[in-house]
């Protein structure tokens, strides 16, 4: 079919991201990916396929938008095949360790975010982004990642172990 | 040292893109969002025009009914029944058996001396929305015709207050013949 006649099928009056939008979803795109160049690609494939899309959120343009982002990653690391996916125990996790208060509590130093991101996945990554600049709630993130919430809190937690390990090692038992 | 989640946000706000990036995205989504309005008020431009145009015929249609005249009016019903003969809802050749089984009308229908065909029978039927009386004859030459009577109203007669001679006009090339007499209206088909 003419691509023009499926256009005017379809066209529906769709938002325009401004500069500062675009912005955002390139940190979100960064999130995920961890390199510029990475996220650009993903970001300008994301919008390709929002401008093709023969419906849209009007409403929650940006969440929509985010969402497009959020399956066009999974779909190249599903084709590269590296992606991964876990289950969480919550028995084996004292219930005072889990959740947003856990990560709130914690210090970390200038020069540990780099190595914090590329000791992270793509999907921790993204749990940190909703929440330090997004402001999510646990129950909002897992919403938008169609994970249960357990699974998130699993993620969480184990960042924080992750990250506490780190830290020991610099800065000995003592750091938190 | 700072807090997890303030180094965070700052971290990712540092993320930005470069001006020939940004430039690119909104370039893409100018093109093709340009192109989905265009294509929205294209097709409401065709939407409003049909709706002109059936408002318009809607218009002289309602002239073209409006301006006919009641015999005109009656000529198009007339012919139009006569076209379509509906069963008969009595059948018999005698006048008075025929005229009885119209008593639901509020008048009386007569008997005109002057038709030539032999009397089959009658139907209830209606004249611009009046009740009627439907009698049906049959010709020598074996042709069919139907002589209409209605009580003469001034709301849907009017025009026919001193009509007392017999006019004949063509409906779908049906010879009608319409007059008023007596309170009663009326038509013959020839």
Known sequence: MDEELLDSRHAIMK??????????????????????????????????????????????????????IRNAHIDQLRHNRIIQWDDFDESNIDSSDIGWQSLEQMIIDENEIENLFSMLSGIEREILFLWAVEGYSVQEVAGHVGMPKGTILSRIYRMRQRIKKSHQKIYGNGAV | MSALKNKLKKEFENKKLSGEQLQNLQRMQKTSLGKSVKNIWKRYAIALSIVFVMTIAGFMTINQTGSATVVEKIAHQVATQHVKLKPLDISSDKFIEVQSYFEKLDFRPVRLEQIQGALIGGRYCSLLGEPAAQFRYIDKSGNEQTLYQAEYTAVQFNELANNTAPETIYAKGVPITIWMDKGIVFALTQ
């Open chain 1, 15 to 68: 938002h325009e991201f401004s500069s500062k939008e675009l912005q955002k979803l390139f940190q979100y795109c960064c999130a995920l990916t961890l390199q510029d160049s990475d996220a650009y690609d993903l970001l300008q494939t994301a919008m390709e396929k929002y401008l093709r899309s023969q419906s849209a959120d009007l409403d929650y343009p940006l969440s929509y938008m985010r969402r497009i």
